[in-house]
C-alpha cells in the first residue's frame, strides 16, 4: 500500500484527500493545512475522518481552542508518506520541495507551480510513460487537463496537427470572496497558457488560443477547432468521445444546458460535494469546419484534476507501467466511465 | 411505520424524498414524477435508489428507451402511501388534491400553491398544534420558513410586537436555466408576501417588508428589524439563536463571509447535494436599534423547507401531539443541531 | 432630403432616430411606438426632439395623461416618409411590410425578423451593391454584422476561405428585465445562425461556429479562427484592421481589458446614450495558428447596427451607387474612424 | 467667478469637472491626474474640453507619446484655483492636502479620505452651514448621501428619530475590474459606517444598519425604516418626497422595476454617460410598520454625490450663506427637478 499524504486543504487539496481514499491500493496518511478555515472546520463537524497534521506550529492554540485534534507536523506527515500531493496556494509547493527532498519523498504539484518545480510535466493519459519513475511531477492545470483530455482521444484515433481554443473561463469557485469579476468579460493576451501548455504535453501537435474570463463560477468552456490528419466527420468523433471514461458526452435535448446543468446533475448524482471528474462534452456542439472539426467541452474545474493526480501518483511510484493500466485502475476506484455501462 | 409518497422530484421533491427516507419511523413509498428529467436520469444512474412512480403514462416510452423501470402510476403511489407530499410546479398541487381526496390520502403541499388548497398554513416551530390531525397543509415558502424559525425563536423568549424584514433574495437555484436576472436589482411592490404570511402564521405579530430580486444561485440573506417587548441586548438575542436546532449561528471572522461561504461549507461537509437544511444567522450582524434588535439571516432555499415538511408529516399523521416533541424527532433523524454539542 | 421614419422606439430604434438625424442629406421625419414605455418618457423629459407617431390609437388616452405630443398615426408616418426603419420586436416588422407596401415605401429590417421579409439580407461593406434600388432589406444581426465587418476586411485585402467563430454572447442589455441568466454559461445547438447568415452575405466563405451565452449586459465577444488563402501575419491582420472606420483596433495595455472597459470609454467619450459603433478588436488577441489567423472583437450590440442600417437607406434609396462612396457618408455624419486622424 | 481645479480624474473626478463647468458662476481650470488611463485618452479623443494638469512629472513621456497637451503641473493647478476638488483614491488625498495648504487654498474631498482630513464632514442639504467659510469639507460617500437627502427630507417635515437601513449595494462600477463579486452576496459587520455617517451629520437621529455586497454595477439600493416622531402614512412620505429636486419617486407599473432601469432611463435621457444626479424613491416599496414608514431608494453611485459636492465650494467660498440659496444654484444649473415642472 503506497502512503500517500496531502499538504494543503483547499479546494483541490480536499478532493485529493477523497479520491486517494477511494483507491484500495493506496492509504491516505493524513492532510495538512496551516490554519482552521472552513473546510478544516467541516472536517472537524465531520468527525475527523482524516487526520490532520500542522504546517504552521505556531497556529496550534487555534486548532485547540476549537477542539480540532492535530496529528502531528508538516514534517511528520512527510516523514509518514512515501509521497506528497501538494495542493498549496501557487509558490508554496516550490517552499515544501526542500522538506520533501530532505527525506527522500516524491512529490506530485498542481498546476499552479511552475514548470521548473518538476522532472515532468504529466497528463494521465497523453504522457504517462514520462512520469514513470520520476520524483517531481507537475500536474496540467484544470483547463488543460480537460483540454488534453479530448485532444488525445482524438488525436490517438485520428492523429491531430493543430488546435485553436477558445476559454470562456468561470472566474471564481463556488464560495469564493477573494476574487471575482462582475458583468463584464476580460481578455487575456493570446496565446493562452494552455495552448502553450498543450504543446509542452503534446510536442507534435500546434496549438494557440484566446482566454476570456465570465462572471460565473460553474465549470469552465472550452471550443476547440481541431485539424485532424484526415478530415473526420461528427460521427467519428462521436466514437471515440463516446468511449473515453473521463468524457461525459451529452445533449442539450436531454437538458444539458450550460454548465450549470453538469453541476446540478452532479449534485444530484449524489457526488461529494457534488462535484465531476469528468468533462463534459456537447453531442450538438460538433460541428465540422471545411477539414476540421469543432467541439465545445464543459472543465468542471474544481474536481478535474483529480483523477491525473491519482494517475501521477500510479506513473512516479511505478504502481504501473503502462498508461492504460494505470489510467484504469485509478477509473475503477473513481467510478469513472461507470455511466457507460448503463 | 407512516408510508410517504412524494409527487414531484425536482429541486424539493427530491430532498423530501432524501429527508423522508432517514425518518426511522417512516417509509419512503417512492416518488412520481412525468417526464425523464436530468434529476430522473440522475436517479437512473445512481441505481434506482427510490422507486419510480409516472404521472403521465403517455411519456412511458420515453422512461422504456433510457432503461428507467416504472414501478407504477401515480394513483399506484397515492393508493400505497399514508400521505402525500406534493412538490410539483405552483398549480399542479390543487389539481393532484383531486386524487389524493378520492382514495381519502392526506397531503403537504409546499409554498407554491395557494393557501387554499390546504386546511391550515402550517410551520414546524410556530404552529405546529394547527396541524395535528388535519388533511391538508400547506408549508410555508422557504424565505418565510427560515424567517418564521428566527422570529418565533425570539417571540418564544421575549415577545415580538413587530418586524420590518428586507429581504435580498436569490433569483434562481444553481442550473436553472429557465430564469434569471443579469445585472440588475429588481424590487417588488411592497409589502412582501412573506410578511403577510408570516402575520397568517402568527397573527399577533405586526408585520412588513420590501423585496429585492438579486442575480445570485445560493441562499436568500433577510434582514430583520424586530421590535421586542422589552428592549433586548445582542447577547440576549444570541442566547436563544444559539440554541436553536434549526439555526447555525455564524461568524463573519471564522470566514462565513455570505451566502455563497454557507453553500461551500455545505458542500465541504458532505451533505448529500451540498444542502443544508438550517438557516444561518450572522453574529456580527446583530444590532440594536433604539428598542428593537436587527439581525440578518441566510436561508438555503433549496433544502430549508425540508424539516417544516416533515414536520408537517408528524403532524397531519398525529404521530406527535405536540411542538417540541415532534421536531425534536425530526431534527434527531436530519441529524439537525448535532453541530452544539461539539 | 430623404425623409425617414422610424418604427419602434426600443433599444434599437432610438438609436437609428439619432443616427439618422445626424445625416446632413436626410431628413428624420418621427419615430413611431405604442405605449408610454421609459424610452418614451424619456423623450418626453427631454422636451420632444423627435415627432412621435402613434402606432396604436387606443393607446392614446395613456399618452395624453402624461402630456406626449401625439404627431398623428403610424400610417400618418408612413405616408410622410420615403423610407421606414422598422425597429420593432421580430415578427411584426412582418405585419407591418403590409403597410409599408399600402403606400409604396421601402423599409428596412432589423436582424430579428425572417430573411423572408426582405429582398436581400444587407451589409453595408460586404454586399452594399445587392441593396442598390431594393425596396425591402433586413440588416445582418448585431453579432453577424461586427463579424462580417472584420471578415470582409481581412477578405478583400488577403482572400479568406473559411472562418470558425466562437461567440461569447451578452444575454440582456443592460436594464432588460424580461430576459437574463444568472451564474451560468448556456450553449445553443451547432453550428450558430451567425455563422450561417455569414455564408449567406459572403457566400464564397466556409463558416461555422459556436455559441455560449454569458451573464452580462455589454457588448459580446466573439474569437475568430480565419482561413486566409495566403498565410498572413499578425502585422499583416493589423494593416488592415487599424485603418477600417467602424473597427477600432484597442490594447489590453492600454487599459481595454474587456467588453465593459469599451463600455466605460464610450461613456467617457461623451457619446449619446454611452454607445459605440464601432467593433473593438484587441490587438494582442491576434495570433498565428498554423496557417490561420485568430483574433478576438467586441460587439457593442445596442448600437453596432447604426451605420449598416443607414448605409441601406442609402442603398435602397439609390442615393449612392457605390459601397465605398456610401459608407464614407455615414461614416463622416456619424464621426466613424475620426481616432484614426488623431 | 470661482475658480475650481479638479484633482484626480477618474469616475468621480471626471463627473465633478463636468457638473462645475455646468455652473455659470464657477470657472473650471482644469483637471489633474497622472497617467494616461482610459479616462484621459477620451479626455483627448474629445479634443481636450478641459486643461489637464499632470501630478507626475516623470510620467510626461508618455503624455507626449500619446500628443496629449499638458497645461501644467499639479501644482500650477493648485496655484490657479480658488478651491480644489480633490477625487484622487483614498488616502491620497490626504497627502495632497499638504500642498493645498502650502498655497492658501481650500479643498473638498470625497468620502474615501478618512474624516481627520476636513474641518467638517458635509452634506449639502443636511448640514450646509456648518461648511460655510471652511477650509476642508469631507462630502459624505455615494450611499451616505443618497440616504441623507431621503432622512432630511422626512425629518424636516415630520421629524425622524431613529432608522434602521439595509444597504444592497453594488460592487463595482461598469468597467472595473480590480475588484468584484461573483455570484454571491457578502455581509459586513454591522453597524455599518453609512448608518454611523449618518448619525455624524444628523446627530439628533439614532441609526444603525446592515451592508450586503450584490455582483451588480448599477445604483445601491437602500431600504430604510424610519421611526417619526408621529406617525405618518404613505402619501404624507410622498408628499416631501415628491418635491425634493435631488429626488426623483418613480413607479415600478410605470417601468422602473429596479436599479438597471434608473441608468437605462438616464442614458435614454440623453444625460452624459447616462449619469444621474438624483436618487431613485419608488411609490410602491412605501410601507407603514406599525409606527414606522418604510421605503427604498435606488442611489446611482458614480454621479450622486455631484451636487452636494457643488454645495460644498458655496458653502466654502461663501458664495451663499443660506442652505436653500445654495442647493437651489446648484440644481438650477445641473438641470435637477426639472422634471417636477412637467
Redesign the interface.
Known amino acids: 500500500m503506497i502512503k500517500v499524504g496531502v499538504v494543503g486543504y483547499g479546494v483541490i487539496g480536499?478532493r485529493l484527500a477523497d479520491g486517494v481514499a477511494l483507491q484500495q491500493d493506496m492509504k491516505l496518511v493524513g492532510v495538512a493545512d496551516v490554519a482552521p478555515?472552513?473546510?478544516i472546520?467541516?472536517?472537524?463537524?465531520?468527525g475527523m475522518p482524516y487526520s490532520l497534521y500542522l504546517g504552521l506550529a505556531e497556529n496550534r492554540p487555534q486548532f485547540d481552542a476549537l477542539?480540532i485534534p492535530i496529528a502531528g507536523s508538516l514534517e511528520d506527515l512527510v516523514r509518514e508518506s512515501d509521497i506528497l500531493l501538494d495542493a498549496t496556494s501557487a509558490g508554496v509547493g516550490a517552499k515544501n520541495k526542500e522538506l520533501y527532498k530532505k527525506y527522500g519523498k516524491k512529490a506530485i504539484f498542481q498546476g499552479g507551480e511552475k514548470n521548473s518545480v518538476a522532472d515532468v510535466f504529466f497528463h494521465g493519459y497523453a504522457n504517462y510513460e514520462n512520469g514513470v519513475g520520476k520524483d517531481f511531477l507537475k500536474l496540467t492545470s484544470c483547463n488543460t487537463t480537460g483540454l488534453i483530455r479530448s485532444v488525445d482521444c482524438l488525436d490517438r484515433a485520428y492523429g491531430v496537427?493543430?488546435v485553436?481554443i477558445?476559454i470562456?473561463r468561470?472566474?471564481?469557485?463556488?464560495?469564493?470572496?477573494h476574487?471575482?469579476?462582475?458583468?463584464?468579460?476580460?481578455?487575456?493576451?493570446?496565446?493562452s497558457h494552455q495552448a502553450e501548455d498543450l504543446m509542452t504535453i503534446m510536442p507534435h501537435i500546434?496549438?494557440?488560443?484566446?482566454l476570456?474570463?465570465?462572471?460565473?463560477?460553474?465549470?469552465h468552456?472550452i471550443?476547440v477547432?481541431a485539424?485532424t490528419k484526415k478530415k473526420i466527420n461528427k460521427q467519428q468523433a462521436l466514437d471515440v468521445f463516446g468511449k473515453h471514461p473521463r468524457i461525459r458526452v451529452v445533449k442539450?435535448e436531454?437538458?444539458?444546458?450550460?454548465?450549470?446543468?453538469l453541476?446540478?446533475?452532479a449534485?444530484?448524482?449524489?457526488n461529494?460535494?457534488?462535484d465531476m471528474y469528468e468533462i463534459g462534452l456537447?453531442d450538438?456542439?460538433?460541428?465540422?469546419?471545411?477539414n476540421?472539426i469543432?467541439?465545445?467541452i464543459n472543465i468542471p474545474q474544481e474536481a478535474v484534476t483529480i483523477p491525473e493526480t491519482i494517475d501521477a501518483i500510479r506513473a512516479a511510484m511505478g504502481m504501473q507501467k503502462e498508461r492504460l493500466a494505470a489510467v484504469g485502475e485509478t477509473n475503477k476506484y473513481l467510478g469513472l466511465g461507470k455511466?457507460l455501462e448503463?
Chains 1, 2, 3, 4 share one sequence.
Open positions: 480536499q478555515t472552513l473546510a472546520r467541516a472536517l472537524k463537524e465531520k477542539n496537427e493543430k485553436a477558445t470562456i468561470r472566474v471564481a469557485d463556488p464560495g469564493d470572496y476574487r471575482g469579476l462582475t458583468n463584464a468579460l476580460q481578455i487575456d493576451k493570446a496565446p500546434n496549438a494557440t488560443g484566446i476570456v474570463h465570465t462572471p460565473v463560477t460553474h465549470g468552456i471550443t477547432v485539424t442539450i436531454d437538458g444539458f444546458q450550460g454548465n450549470a446543468s453541476f446540478r446533475y449534485r444530484d448524482l449524489g461529494p460535494r457534488g456537447w450538438e456542439s460538433i460541428v465540422e469546419s471545411g476540421d469543432m467541439y465545445a455511466w448503463q
